[in-house]
């Protein structure tokens, strides 16, 4: 490709970016159009009157100073008062408009962005790390539209400085203004080779800046384990290394793009320059007059202000528009979980829930579930056990479609869940994890998320069958009390049963329990193993275990091994088989105890 044809594209694709992130970003601005209009329309007369300066000097330089006609200077006090107050507010009515529609559209950003986070799926949240999301889906938005407003304020009052100094600059004097004009393209030549070295850069600085994100939250997550393990010095090692590569690709950034305005005040001092040695010819052969050249030179000077202004402008606008375009590609990202046009609606499980030859990975070739199949009937309690990462966890993520299976498919009454609703699939399922999360806010809040509307009676009844009533009597504020980030005033029991409230209140038909009691002491196991009781009754349940003592009523245990059943059957069947991994397991257990 020749110099011109790359020259050519990549003002093409400066353009284009341009013109394509303005359109992304216009639905968002066309609500307050009639107020970015006007904050448009402030913008022409609040730089324009920039060039009344320059374009008075001539009048008074002709009449006052060179024709000594001092009755012209009389009304100058009144004047510059009175151009003072507009241009003062302009700038306030200004500054005001573009702060509100660029608040407004930032935050109507935001509020999309979190829309749509909540729309992505497990695998997604697997795959990015929270400082991302948080750089990603919240700093991004508000750092871009606020910088691109303001900058853009900027840009537009100073362009129309510009405009209106180069008008006096022609007024005054054509030949010179040509000589002018052309110093100020010179100038601006730069401009564009610096876009593409700044996006590599700003890239490099969102990962950079994500890890700081990540390390701060992971303090707070992590804050016993640091602690306990004396983790400071290694922590803050790991900080200042992220903190090091941030300030590296600041000055990266400024060696790439603060050569813009020294470049620029040279080409503008050689411009004034070559203005200066050609005006002598000019009012010589008094092709001007004096006044025309004070004009005309206060003009240009002026107008290296907008100008430079312009330059950086136009850097950190090109910075908001490189955050704008990663604004909306994150519209653009597709989930792998999508539902089927038309989907069935599930009411409640009528018969039976199905594995079918399921076979499930999460990356290519490492297979975690082979060829499983599996039927249990509704009402009835399959227990999974297994060597540790045999793939149960797994096995019961697939049902709630946290991942879709591979090959094979899991039916609910013949239906594939995958032509089922997802909102009314996930509608039929209460899940216990070993650790529940709970949300910072009261006792009452958190149980209320299995079921936003449910009546005082329902939560009465969700507490007792929980075990939690005691509990609760004994508190002041009782189901009020609000519990700390994640519930971290609360015992480990105590959060379980909490996160059982949460799942029975749900009332759903299938009770998914992953490993809801294993971090849990004896005693403490009882009063949860109760709580659980009531919540499997009469419903169709998967309960993972590493206890065998508390899988031995199931009606079906499930031995899964390295992603294969090994075993299956009910608890004395499988005892029978002095061979067997079940009674490998079993004994394992009680030889421990
Ligand atoms: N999100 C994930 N991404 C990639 N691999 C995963 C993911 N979750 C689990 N795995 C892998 O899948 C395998 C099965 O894990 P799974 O958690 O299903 O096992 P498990 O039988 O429940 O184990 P445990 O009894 O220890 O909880 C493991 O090898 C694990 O490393």
Redesign the pocket.
């Known amino acids: 490709m020749t110099k011109e044809k790359i020259t050519d594209s990549s003002r093409r694709i400066f353009i284009n970016t341009f013109v394509e992130s303005y359109k992304k970003i216009w639905p968002y601005v066309k609500p307050y159009s009639f107020r970015a209009f006007l904050a448009l329309l402030v913008a022409i007369p609040l730089g324009s009157l920039d060039a009344v300066i320059a374009w008075f000097l001539k009048p008074y330089t002709d009449n006052v100073i060179v024709a000594r006609d001092a009755s012209f200077a009389i009304y100058i006090p009144l004047l510059i008062i009175g151009f003072t107050i507009v241009q003062g507010g302009l700038n306030y009515f200004s500054a005001y408009l573009n702060t509100w529609v660029g608040t407004k559209v930032s935050t109507d950003l935001g509020r999309d962005l979190y829309k749509k986070l909540l729309t992505m799926d497990t695998p997604f949240f ?1 795959k990015e790390n929270s400082g991302t999301i948080v750089q990603r889906f919240f700093s991004d938005a508000f750092n871009a539209t606020n910088s691109l407003i303001s900058n853009l304020r900027h840009f537009l009052s100073k362009t129309f400085s510009s405009i209106s100094l180069v008008v006096v600059l022609f007024l005054n004097s054509w030949q010179l203004s040509l000589i002018a004009v052309i110093a100020l393209l010179i100038a601006f030549l730069p401009i564009r080779y610096v876009r593409k070295r700044m996006k590599n850069i700003v890239n490099k600085s969102i990962v950079a800046s994500a890890e700081a994100v990540k390390a701060n939250n992971e303090t707070h997550a992590g804050n016993k384990i640091i602690s306990a393990y004396n983790l400071q010095d290694y922590q803050n090692k790991r900080y200042n290394s992220i903190m090091d590569t941030t300030f590296s690709l600041a000055i990266k950034m400024v060696q790439t793009t603060n050569w813009l305005s020294p470049v620029m005040h040279i080409v503008l001092g050689i411009g004034v320059a070559a203005v200066l040695f050609y005006s002598n010819n000019l009012i010589v052969t008094g092709k001007i007059t004096s006044g025309n050249f004070a004009s005309f030179l206060a003009a240009m000077l002026l107008l290296y202000t907008p100008i430079k202004t312009i330059g950086n402008n136009v850097v950190d606008i090109q910075k908001a528009f490189l955050a704008i375009e990663r604004i909306f590609e994150i519209f653009e990202l597709k989930t792998k979980i999508t539902e089927v046009k038309n989907p069935v609606e599930l009411i409640r499980v009528e018969k039976e829930i199905s594995f079918e030859n399921v076979s499930f990975e ?2 290519p070739n490492k297979p ?1 579930l082979k060829d499983i199949n599996l039927k249990t009937e509704v009402g009835q309690t399959i227990a999974l056990v ?1 060597n ?7 096995l019961v993520n697939l049902i709630p479609r946290f991942y879709d299976v591979q090959k094979g498919s899991i039916k609910i009454d013949g239906v594939d869940i995958k032509n089922i609703r997802l909102f009314s699939l996930r509608n039929q399922i209460s899940i216990v994890f070993q650790d529940n999360f709970l949300f910072s806010g009261t006792i009452r809040e958190n149980i209320l998320l299995g079921k936003l509307n449910a009546t005082e009676e329902e939560i009465n009844n969700a507490v007792k069958s929980a075990h939690l009533d005691h509990f609760i009597a004994s508190l002041p504020n009782g189901l009020d009390t609000v519990i700390g980030e994640r519930g971290t005033t609360l015992s480990g029991g105590q959060r379980q049963r909490v996160g059982i409230a949460r799942a029975f209140i749900r009332n759903a038909c299938i009770v998914i329990l992953d ?1 809801a009691t294993s971090a849990l002491d004896n005693k403490s196991e009882a009063v949860v193993q109760k709580a659980i009781d009531n919540l499997v009754k009469n419903r169709t349940v998967f309960v ?1 275990a590493h206890r065998l003592s508390t899988v031995q009523n199931a009606d079906k245990i499930i031995v ?1 091994n390295e992603g294969n059943i090994v075993e299956e059957g009910k608890h004395e069947e499988l005892l029978k088989n002095l061979n067997g991994p079940y009674y490998t397991l079993y004994n394992a257990q009680f030889k421990h105890k």
């Open positions: 697997d999460y990356e975690v297994g540790s990462g045999g793939g149960k966890s797994t490993e993972i899964l």
